[in-house]
């Protein structure tokens, strides 16, 4: 960070907390961010095989088997959040365990922080950046950082990896390198400070906009969470009871937990559909909506006790409503926070954030579902496509609403002058 300040005069003697500074903002590159990057990937795997190995013992007290078994499931565990699948007696498992996968990208974000600000003292200063000068810090660390990631996935799927479990090498590497250049370079260039040099520029409507996206995917994600424990909380009996079936003490108890949290933005997502209409399914020739809901035969599973009971939906129809609700309140708080006089400045705002967060919580609906099982459980996902397009207008329209009737109450209750001059300071 201090690197991007203006260089003062050579003749001025430094004082020792500047020395210590320069250094700590100016370590080695190549062995920072390689490390960085192993050090990112090893983290998480390294959690991964000890809850592999505590599962394998306490399912039986490590009477079957050996140890080496249980660091295998662990890390292919790591692997299966990494989008490898995997294959049990013979049945493909394709669905990614996102809680894995989240914990990974955040771990490489706040890494990727750590680097930025090691190696930040690298490359030309802030007036250099702003004159256009060639600056190559990020992208090196970055790729010094993917490099050292990549090759620590490759290594563990070497040797976790068998012909019967035949997880997917080209997945696996694909994800990695999705998963640094989406939460791991973006760190090193906020920790280096170059992230606020480079958007420094932008116009207020896109950073507005993107605030809108930000804000309403954590409280759309936050509500999903919330429905689905509420449901599974209603019908906690069904729960226990599945518990009470599997067998195996309280290590089959753990295992379950540790696999239900695993998964359980994977449930969000899933609640987040049914929310927006479109529903998913459980199995070949199910569906799961607000208006009807199909069902067949169900894994033991407790989290499937969050499931509504089969029929017509009733008043859960309704339930359609609250997205646009939501995208409306919470595009209203971004512009009580961010005030514009103009309403189709704050049109575009709602519109823009609201679409944005559609499209990503889309992609997330098609990465939340696939094969867990043999048979109909080869189908178990969100309607993707039909989420996206739901979550687009969903979002888009209430964002729309939520802008522009706050516009429309703030011009009436505040002197035009004070919002005029929140866009002034937003612009500045």
């Not at 050090?39 to 080496?68: E, I, K, N, Q, Y």
């Not at 997880?167 to 250049?181: D, E, G, I, T």
């Not at 479109?278 to 020739?285: K, N, R, S, Y």
């Not at 512009?335 to 049109?347: D, I, S």
């Amino acid at each position: 960070m201090t690197s991007l300040l203006p260089h003062e005069s050579r003749a001025r003697r430094r004082s020792a907390d500047e020395v210590r500074d320069d250094l700590a903002t100016r370590r080695p590159l190549v062995l920072v961010a390689g490390l960085g990057g192993v050090l990112a990937a090893g983290s998480t795997l390294l959690v991964c095989l000890a809850l592999g190995v505590a599962g394998w013992f306490l399912t039986d007290g490590g009477a079957h088997g050996a140890p080496r078994d249980g660091l295998r499931i662990g890390a292919l565990g790591w692997l299966m959040g990494h989008g490898s699948g995997v294959r049990v007696d013979g049945v493909q498992i394709t669905a990614m365990p996102l809680g894995v996968t989240a914990v990974c990208a955040w771990v490489l974000w706040r890494i990727g922080q750590r680097i930025g600000v090691s190696v930040s003292g690298h490359g030309p200063d802030a007036d250099g950046v702003l004159d256009g000068r060639r600056d190559l810090v990020v992208p090196a660390a970055g790729l010094l950082l993917t490099l050292g990631y990549v090759l620590t996935a490759v290594a563990t799927l070497t040797l976790a990896g068998t012909d019967a479990t035949a997880p997917s090498a080209q997945r696996v590497v694909l994800w990695s390198l999705l998963l640094c250049l989406l939460a791991g370079v973006p760190g090193i260039a906020v920790g280096s400070g170059r992230a606020a040099v480079w958007t420094a520029d932008l116009p207020p409507t896109v950073r507005a906009a993107a605030h809108v996206a930000r804000r309403l995917l954590v409280v759309w994600s936050a509500l999903c969470l919330a429905v689905f424990l509420l449901a599974l909380v209603l019908d906690l009996s069904t729960a226990a009871n599945v518990m009470g079936q599997l067998g195996g003490g309280g290590g089959a108890v753990a295992i379950v937990v540790v696999l239900g949290l695993a998964l359980l933005p994977n449930a969000g997502v899933f609640t987040g559909s049914y929310l927006l209409g479109p529903g998913f399914t459980v199995g070949t020739g199910t569906a799961v909506t607000p208006g009807l809901v199909v069902l067949g035969p169900l894994p033991a599973f407790p989290m499937l006790a969050a499931l509504p009971d089969e029929g017509s939906g009733g008043w859960t129809g309704w339930l359609v409503v609250v997205p646009p609700l939501v995208a409306c309140a919470v595009v209203a708080w971004s512009q009580w926070t961010w005030p514009t006089a103009y309403y189709v400045e704050a049109a575009v705002r709602g519109v823009a954030g609201g679409v944005a967060a559609g499209v990503l919580f889309g992609i997330a609906a098609t990465l939340a579902g696939g094969a867990v099982g043999p048979g109909r459980m080869a189908d178990v996902a969100p309607y993707a496509f039909d989420t996206l397009i739901h979550a687009l207008t969903s979002f888009g329209l209430g964002g729309l609403v939520g802008a522009v009737a706050m516009t429309w109450w703030q011009r009436r209750s505040m002197p035009i002058e004070i919002v005029l001059d929140g866009d002034a300071e937003d612009a500045d």
